[in-house]
């Protein structure tokens, strides 16, 4: 679930920015991405679970999610829009820092020292990848802020979602925050939608629709039940792949150069996520 969810995130940069750059703004692509998921969300829940029904307790917790998603997306458009997908795919590699220190601060997750080693592994080899690329990386100061930002709130939402998966499936969580997300996005976005030149290419509505169901509406479940099974710091701890597979993708789809750098990155992002994944030696019985 993990693989398929970072290969369709790798995939959603160069699409996104394929899209900001043939004619949609941000917000307008925002809104109406987020607009069509929540349609999808909505009936796919409502025909699997027969209702949205969330506990009034858990209702706050919804909204702080719903706030933490809506500055997530403007994060990740307008970065795109300032900078290169590139450059986004490596400042995600930051995702899992910033979700330990989260849950940590919020008591939900209890980071071991491997786990601080196997990130600290992993971001190494995000720098090398970096360090490898064929081109120099460029980009605005306020892109690379915002790309941060595009990381900082990602592992905010996850952490802050996490509780509900206990009660319940992603797709109801999702049915719920997802709209509540894009009644926020299109409030925002309001002016330029109305701005917007619809005539756009059959390509750009063909990407905004797989960028819709595939990196929006099937990773969002993938993710969570990934959270639930092992922890939101550990998930995205696999986030660190998603630099090398866009580059892979790169490689295969638009025949650029893959260094020896990058591909010494990708092994230790690799390894920093198996260093995770192996239990501590349990104590001998008596």
Do not use: C
């Amino acid at each position: 679930m993990l693989l398929t969810t970072v290969l369709l995130w790798a995939l959603n940069l160069s699409v996104t920015k394929y899209i900001l750059t043939h004619g949609l703004g941000p917000l307008p692509y925002a809104t109406v991405r987020y607009g069509l998921a929540a349609f999808v969300f909505v009936a796919l829940t409502l025909f699997a679970e027969r209702t949205l029904r969330i506990e009034r307790r858990h209702l706050p917790i919804i909204a702080l999610a719903a706030v933490v998603l809506w500055l997530n997306q403007l994060s990740f458009v307008f970065a795109l829009d300032l900078t290169t997908a590139s450059t986004i795919g490596l400042l995600l590699g930051a995702i899992p820092i910033f979700t330990a220190v989260f849950g940590l601060v919020l008591g939900i997750e209890h980071p071991s020292r491997r786990f601080w080693i196997a990130a600290a592994i992993s971001a190494i080899g995000v720098g090398l990848v970096a360090l490898g690329a064929s081109s120099e990386v460029s980009a605005s100061r306020v892109g690379i802020l915002l790309g941060l930002a595009t990381g900082a709130t990602w592992a905010g939402y996850s952490v802050t979602i996490a509780p509900l998966m206990r009660t319940y499936s992603p797709s109801r969580v999702s049915a719920v925050v997802i709209p509540i997300t894009w009644i926020l996005l299109a409030l925002a976005g309001f002016q330029q939608t109305q701005d917007q030149d619809w005539t756009l290419g059959w390509q750009v509505w063909v990407l905004l629709l797989f960028a819709t169901l595939g990196p929006l509406v099937l990773t969002n479940v993938l993710w969570f039940r990934s959270i639930h099974r092992i922890g939101p710091a550990k998930a995205t701890l696999a986030a660190n792949l998603q630099p090398f597979v866009a580059a892979v993708l790169a490689v295969i789809l638009l025949s650029e150069p893959l260094s020896w750098l990058q591909i010494a990155g990708g092994v230790l992002i690799g390894l920093g996520i198996l260093f995770v994944r192996q239990r501590a030696p349990e104590p001998p019985s008596t």
